[in-house]
């Protein structure tokens, strides 16, 4: 099979339509959405509604679910708060349903999608280091872990021991199924943190077993004025400049 995986995309339309634009070449069988589709950008609804169509396997982000429980609110710094806010008033029932509908944690095929971590993915912890990632592999027995939420693309390898942190580069890399376990973070399609602005998508392929993060610009400028134009926190738009 040859997965699309998305995450991240943060009502950030012209980021997920730059993404889509690009993978009409790549054969896929079926996309995974690792969360977050709405929060922080201006375009939730219309963002909701084309993931719906790509009929993905998704789990729940935290700002998904903060739009469907106000209490979860207090979880967020004040930026995101506002955005969630103002996202939750502006998504019709069918797509907050839609967002209901996300489970937390999906396994399929010796695979486990989350959104934040694998053992506890709703206390929204980040797996920010390799010391992270070995606390969370060592909890679980998967051969690979899908997670998303740090909006950076990353390839944690366990050998059973120890964990190497490896930077997806551009090039398909080979994951040595037989001997190792990992988690996999496509990055972010809304808004990257890693310091380069553009979208970010993977391919995970498990027949040639390789894992590929690709990188596609998109008209950030657009996406940054929609923002301001909305009335949301203009820090919102300026960050996707830089992907910080
Ligand atoms: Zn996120």
Same mark, same amino acid.
């Given at each position: 099979?040859?997965?699309?995986?998305?995450?991240?995309?943060?009502? #950030?339309?012209? $980021?997920?339509?730059?993404?889509?634009?690009?993978?009409? #070449?790549?054969?896929?069988?079926?996309?995974?959405?690792?969360?977050?589709?709405?929060?922080?950008? $201006?375009?939730?609804?219309?963002?909701?509604?084309?993931?719906?169509?790509?009929?993905?396997?998704?789990?729940?982000?935290?700002?998904?679910?903060?739009?469907?429980?106000?209490?979860?609110?207090?979880?967020?710094?004040?930026?995101?708060?506002?955005?969630?806010?103002?996202?939750?008033?502006?998504?019709?029932?069918?797509?907050?349903?839609?967002?209901?509908?996300?489970?937390?944690?999906?396994?399929?095929?010796?695979?486990?999608?989350?959104?934040?971590?694998?053992?506890?993915?709703?206390?929204?912890?980040?797996?920010?280091?390799?010391?992270?990632?070995?606390?969370?592999?060592?909890?679980?027995?998967?051969?690979?872990?899908?997670?998303?939420?740090?909006?950076?693309?990353?390839?944690?390898?366990?050998?059973?021991?120890?964990?190497?942190?490896?930077?997806?580069?551009?090039?398909?890399?080979?994951?040595?199924?037989? #001997?190792?376990?990992?988690?996999? #973070?496509?990055?972010?399609?809304?808004?990257?943190?890693?310091?380069?602005?553009?979208?970010?998508?993977?391919?995970?392929?498990?027949?040639?077993?390789?894992?590929?993060?690709?990188?596609?610009?998109?008209?950030?400028?657009? $996406?940054?004025?929609?923002?301001?134009?909305?009335?949301?926190?203009?820090?919102?738009?300026?960050?996707?400049?830089?992907?910080?």
């Amino acid at each position: 099979m040859r997965y699309l995986l998305l995450s991240d995309v943060h009502g #950030n339309w012209e $980021a997920f339509k730059a993404v889509l634009g690009e993978v009409k #070449n790549e054969k896929f069988d079926r996309v995974i959405f690792l969360g977050d589709i709405v929060g922080y950008g $201006a375009d939730p609804q219309k963002c909701c509604e084309q993931l719906k169509k790509l009929e993905p396997i998704t789990v729940m982000g935290n700002h998904d679910a903060a739009v469907l429980r106000p209490e979860l609110l207090s979880w967020f710094n004040h930026y995101a708060r506002l955005a969630l806010e103002w996202t939750a008033a502006h998504l019709s029932k069918s797509c907050l349903e839609y967002l209901a509908s996300f489970p937390v944690r999906v396994k399929f095929d010796d695979i486990t999608a989350v959104h934040s971590n694998p053992y506890k993915p709703e206390s929204w912890e980040y797996i920010l280091s390799k010391l992270d990632a070995l606390f969370y592999i060592k909890k679980t027995s998967d051969r690979i872990i899908l997670f998303g939420h740090t909006h950076i693309p990353v390839i944690y390898e366990y050998d059973g021991e120890s964990v190497r942190t490896i930077k997806p580069d551009g090039n398909p890399f080979k994951l040595d199924i037989e #001997n190792k376990r990992y988690m996999l #973070n496509p990055g972010s399609v809304g808004q990257p943190r890693d310091n380069d602005p553009r979208a970010a998508y993977a391919i995970l392929d498990t027949d040639e077993m390789t894992f590929v993060v690709k990188r596609v610009e998109y008209d950030v400028e657009k $996406a940054a004025r929609k923002i301001i134009d909305a009335g949301l926190p203009r820090f919102l738009g300026e960050r996707l400049y830089t992907g910080e």
